[in-house]
T-cell receptor, first 113, second 115 residues
Framework: DSGVTQTPKHLITATGQRVTLRCSPRSGDLSVYWYQQSLDQGLQFLIQYYNGEERAKGNILERFSAQQFPDLHSELNLSSLELGDSALYFC????????????FGSGTRLTVV | AQSVAQPEDQVNVAEGNPLTVKCTYSVSGNPYLFWYVQYPNRGLQFLLKYITGDNLVKGSYGFEAEFNKSQTSFHLKKPSALVSDSALYFCAVRVLYSSASKIIFGSGTRLSIRP
C-alpha cells in the first residue's frame, strides 16, 4: 500500500456520460497530480493541485476538470465521455521540500463503451 | 524544452544476463532524476533517484542507475536479470517552474526477460 488511495478501481460507463474519480493523497502530502495512461502509451500529465489550488495544467481536455478539497483529497471529473477516454487514470502525491519523487496510487481503469 | 527520452520501446534480455534501460534528459539546472517500474494493472513504483553525490545510485530489487552529466544520461542497470523484472520502466525528471515543480516522464521501456 503506497498510501495514495484511488477509487473506484474499475469503472465502466457509456459514451456521453460523466464520471468522477477520487484520490486521497498520502498523509502529509499537499500536492496531487493526475495522469492519464492510455493503452501502450506513456503517462500524460493532466493537472496538479497544491493545497487546494491549481498549480499546473498539462494535456487536459476541456471536458475534464479537477479540484482539491480542504481535506486535500482530489476529484477528477470526466464528462461527455468518448471511447478514446478509456484509460488508466493515476493520481500521485508529494510534499514540498522533499526530494523524493511522487507516490502513486494504483489507478482507476476507465472503460467507455 | 525540458524533457526526458527513452529511446527503446522494448528491451529483451535472457535471464541471468546484465540489462540496461536507457534514458537521456534535457533540463536546466541540476536534475533530479528518477526511475519507476510499473507491473501489469498496477501503479508506478519508485525504484531509485539521483539528487546529488555519487553518480552510481542503488535502488530496489537490485537495480542501479548511473548518472552521467556530460552525456545527460541516467541509464538503469542490473547485473543479472530475473524473469520477474519483466515490466514497464519509466525514467523521469523533476523540473522546476514558478514556485513549484513537476515530474515529467519518458515514454517508457518495456523490459522482457526470457527464461
Amino acid at each position: 500500500d503506497s498510501g495514495v488511495t484511488q477509487t473506484p478501481k474499475h469503472l465502466i460507463t457509456a459514451t456521453g456520460q460523466r464520471v468522477t474519480l477520487r484520490c486521497s493523497p498520502r498523509s502529509g502530502d499537499l500536492s496531487v497530480y493526475w495522469y492519464q495512461q492510455s493503452l501502450d502509451q506513456g503517462l500524460q500529465f493532466l493537472i496538479q493541485y497544491y493545497n487546494g489550488e491549481e498549480r499546473a495544467k498539462g494535456n487536459i481536455l476541456e471536458r475534464f476538470s479537477a479540484q482539491q478539497f480542504p481535506d486535500l483529497h482530489s476529484e477528477l471529473n470526466l464528462s461527455s465521455l468518448e471511447l478514446g477516454d478509456s484509460a488508466l487514470y493515476f493520481c500521485a502525491s508529494s510534499s514540498p521540500g522533499k526530494t523524493d519523487g511522487y507516490t502513486f496510487g494504483s489507478g482507476t481503469r476507465l472503460t467507455v463503451v | 524544452a525540458q524533457s526526458v527520452a527513452q529511446p527503446e520501446d522494448q528491451v529483451n534480455v535472457a535471464e541471468g544476463n546484465p540489462l540496461t534501460v536507457k534514458c537521456t534528459y534535457s533540463v536546466s539546472g541540476n536534475p533530479y532524476l528518477f526511475w519507476y517500474v510499473q507491473y501489469p494493472n498496477r501503479g508506478l513504483q519508485f525504484l531509485l533517484k539521483y539528487i546529488t553525490g555519487d553518480n552510481l545510485v542503488k535502488g530496489s530489487y537490485g537495480f542501479e542507475a548511473e548518472f552521467n552529466k556530460s552525456q545527460t544520461s541516467f541509464h538503469l542497470k542490473k547485473p543479472s536479470a530475473l524473469v520477474s523484472d519483466s515490466a514497464l520502466y519509466f525514467c523521469a525528471v523533476r523540473v522546476l517552474y514558478s514556485s513549484a515543480s513537476k515530474i515529467i516522464f519518458g515514454s517508457g521501456t518495456r523490459l522482457s526477460i526470457r527464461p
